[in-house]
């Protein structure tokens, strides 16, 4: 019966979007594009592969598939993957990744949606990446005998999935994987009353792990960061700045709110989220109430650093955090938190803002004492003072982020294992 009332939804939903792309244009677009790229994937087959479909709600979660996609094409060599997505915030430029055979953009949950897909690539596995559990994708899994899993699965105590009325449509469509496998113990507990017997449970890890740690390891920033590195050896010797990422306009609010009632002899490099001109042309003359400012792309070789660095290249905030004190972490004061396992794996205690209900690596860390929530600005302010002054908290907090990053290696490893022993039963 739950069924039956959300499909209706979905159809409303369907109809309502047709008929805005009559007259939204960027509706319209999104629909042509979500249609085209589900169409091309039909022009190739999988030539008698094992096929394995693995999808991912966004780019953090693709970030999960793409671990994991590594380990199957190591351990077997006669498999085709497809790779879909959800989220539009994943670009279409991510989809040249060789790592899968094809990628496209997952159709409205109707209830035949998938059957072309089903039909044409015939998967013997789906690997749902952390949370994205489409109701009638994973009912369409059971009907063409494809086996499903949840992997890296996570659920926060203040999910709507926790609602009533969406907990009966979750454990109708939970009944249909083969297998969940929670990122960690503390996630585990919040799947009480969700799991039926006959689905393997069992906690497995969280792949996002290693595919930071794999980052970190084997791929390099910017050269001109590394140059910039270069030069400041005796200042970084010296100094470890505090590394302010992923900001946003409120988050720069809540910084400034810090300033304004605290004194430090600390250094700043802080990277927004996006470099916008206008918006930093007017923070930049708050910033220089309470220092010196510069801005990464106008330094001059030699130059004395600035109390704040502000970064307008993208693409290296992973590789600054090693050489921080201390890392906030923006999203958290807007929608949601990015990405806290960078700074945590090397080494670093993290602050960010209330929303970190779609991270289970930052709930986990909150947890475990290496992450500060703050609600509000008052918050913010209190604990970043407490960062900036307690060295001994910072480096217990680090090393417990630390531990936690490298202790959950591994977990790609143990879910192919899990799930292909199962799969070719």
């Known amino acids: 019966m739950v069924y039956f009332f959300y499909n209706i939804l979905t159809f409303i939903v369907f109809f309502v979007l047709k008929f805005l792309s009559l007259f939204v244009k960027p509706v319209r677009k999104e629909l042509e594009k979500r249609e085209r790229s589900l169409n091309k994937i039909f022009s190739k087959t999988a030539e008698g592969k094992f096929v394995v479909w693995l999808h991912a709600a966004s780019v953090g979660e693709l970030d999960q598939a793409r671990a994991l996609t590594e380990t199957i094409r190591k351990k077997h060599k006669n498999v085709f ?17 060789p790592l899968a055979d094809l990628y496209f953009y997952l159709p409205l949950d109707l209830p035949h949606a998938y059957d072309q897909i089903f039909t044409h690539f015939k998967p013997q596995v789906l ?5 994205d559990t489409w109701p009638n994708l994973l009912k369409r899994t059971s009907h063409f005998k494809t086996k499903s899993y949840l992997a890296c699965a ?3 105590s203040q999910s709507s999935r926790k609602n009533p009325l969406i907990q009966s449509l979750t454990k109708a469509s939970f009944q249909y994987l083969s297998g969940i496998y929670p990122s960690h113990e503390l996630m585990a507990k919040e799947f009480t009353g969700l799991v039926s017997e006959k689905t393997d449970f069992s906690v497995l890890g969280d792949t996002r792990f290693e595919s930071v740690l794999g980052k970190l390891e084997t791929k390099s920033p910017n050269p001109s960061f590394t140059e910039f590195v270069s030069d400041q050896k005796e200042f970084l010797n010296k100094n470890k700045p505090i590394i302010l990422g992923s900001t946003y306009g409120v988050c720069e609010d809540r910084f400034t709110a810090y300033l304004k009632t605290h004194k430090d002899d600390a250094y700043y490099w802080i990277f927004p ?19 010196t400012v510069g801005v990464f792309s106008k330094l001059e070789k030699g130059e004395v650093l600035p109390k704040f660095l502000l970064f307008d290249l993208m693409g290296i ?36 803002g209330p929303k970190i209900s779609n991270a289970p690596e930052a709930i986990v860390m909150q947890e475990l004492g290496g992450l500060f929530k703050t609600e509000n600005e008052s918050e913010f302010v209190q604990q970043f003072a407490l960062l900036v002054k307690d060295k001994t908290l910072r480096e217990k907090m680090g090393k417990g982020n630390r531990n936690f990053v490298v202790e959950n290696r591994g977990a790609s490893e143990k879910i192919y294992n899990r799930v292909f022993s199962n799969a070719q039963n």
Do not use: C
Request: no cysteine; charged share 15%.
């Open 81 to 97: 993957i497809l790779q879909s997505v959800f989220s539009s915030s994943v670009k279409e430029t991510s989809f040249q990744d």
């Open 127 to 131: 690997l749902v990446m952390a949370w």
């Open 154 to 156: 996570s659920l926060s």
């Open 273 to 291: 989220h996006k470099w916008e001109s206008d918006r930093m042309e007017v923070w930049i003359p708050t910033l220089k109430q309470y220092g």
């Open 317 to 352: 905030l992973a590789f600054a955090y090693q050489y921080g004190s201390f890392a906030y972490v923006g999203g958290a004061f807007t929608h949601r938190v990015h990405n806290t396992i960078e700074p945590a794996a090397l080494g670093l205690p993290v602050i960010t």
